[in-house]
Nanobody
Framework: VQLVESGGGLVQAGDSLRLSCAAS????????MGWYRQAPGKERELVAT???????NYADSLKGRFIIFRDNAKNTVYLQMNSLKPEDTAVYYC???????WGQGTQVTVSS
């Protein structure tokens, strides 16, 4: 299983950014996919998940700003991040299922 994130970068507060996670080596459509993030000095936390039926779940603090969606034809899950804040600065990770399938992470830095 390989998960490759992309789309991170340096943006200003209020900007938007879309992260992508391309998956291979698994039956993508059958997996719950998730985005997590880890800020410096903090534990990794859930951002959002989307299951095989496209039902979504978000961290309460991110509802309304972040949107997770998937394209099963492309084996890709996305995270649309809007109205970014400096506190959104973190490494963002993609995860397949609830086990140990993780991507390498992509850095998102939001400047004030």
């Amino acid at each position: 299983v390989q998960l490759v994130e992309s789309g991170g970068g340096l943006v200003q507060a209020g900007d938007s950014l879309r992260l992508s996670c391309a998956a291979s080596g698994l039956s993508f459509g059958g997996y719950t996919m998730g985005w997590y993030r880890q800020a410096p000095g903090k534990e990794r936390e859930l951002v959002a998940t989307i299951n095989s039926g496209r039902s979504t779940n978000y961290a309460d603090s991110l509802k309304g700003r972040f949107i997770i969606f998937r394209d099963n034809a492309k084996n890709t899950v996305y995270l649309q991040m809007n109205s970014l804040k400096p506190e959104d600065t973190a490494v963002y990770y993609c995860r397949a299922g609830w086990g140990d399938y993780w991507g390498q992470g992509t850095q998102v830095t939001v400047s004030s």
